[in-house]
T-cell receptor, first 114, second 110 residues
């Protein structure tokens, strides 16, 4: 089955630690995205990538880093510089072709800083 | 100004009711429009794309008004299972970025 997977589902981190969230897709999509969602709020874009080995900052990139070494994978690292990392993290992908290119989401990772 | 704005609600409606949500977008260059549904503590899932001529999928009807820059979602004969948050999403093909509204909360009451 084609889709997007994220791991882990739940993640606990001590303050000062870096953690990496995994995102893999087998939809052959060029574009991949990372969003953060806080309780009662909308999705905010952290980083996105249109093609392998290229990515751009979104609205709230500070304290985060990404890589795009393979088309299928777009891991997100939450660094110790992110002051308020507790949130629901969602990865998405879409075809970069024109037209009605909707986004597909992974099941998300809930990160809690202890 | 936000790219996409929605009334957050909440909308509390009885079963069988008809409910409508509206969403406005600020950039006239927007090309693609969608409604997503998000259940509590889950990921958003595509409900329907919104076509220029309007489109219907069972009890759900989506409309686009480019002149006024808004899209709407109409749900007829509401079911308990329709309770969720509905997200309005706009895409500008340039840069392939998606802009999300904050969502409208719907609760269908027995």
């Amino acid at each position: 089955d084609g889709g997007i997977t994220q791991s882990p589902k739940y993640l606990f981190r001590k303050e000062g630690q870096n953690v990496t969230l995994s995102c893999e897709q087998n939809l052959n999509h060029d574009a991949m995205y990372w969003y953060r969602q806080d309780p009662g709020q909308g999705l905010r874009l952290i980083y996105y990538s249109q093609i392998v080995n290229d990515f751009q900052k979104g609205d709230i990139a500070e304290g985060y880093s990404v890589s795009r070494e393979k088309k299928e994978s777009f891991p997100l690292t939450v660094t110790s510089a992110q002051k308020n990392p507790t949130a629901f993290y969602l990865c998405a992908s879409s075809s970069a072709a024109g037209g009605l290119n909707e986004q597909f989401f992974g099941p998300g990772t809930r990160l809690t800083v202890l | 100004r936000k790219e996409v704005e929605q009334d957050p609600g909440p909308f509390n409606v009885p079963e069988g009711a008809t409910v409508a949500f509206n969403c406005t977008y600020s950039n006239s260059a927007s090309q693609s429009f969608f409604w997503y549904r998000q259940d509590c503590r889950k990921e958003p899932k595509l409900l329907m794309s919104v076509y220029s001529s309007g489109n219907e999928d069972g009890r759900f009807t989506a409309q686009l008004n480019r002149a006024s820059q808004y899209i709407s979602l109409l749900i007829r004969d509401s079911k308990l299972s329709d309770s969720a948050t509905y997200l309005c999403v706009v895409n500008m093909l340039t840069g392939n970025q998606f802009y999300f509204g904050t969502g409208t909360s719907l609760t269908v009451i027995p």
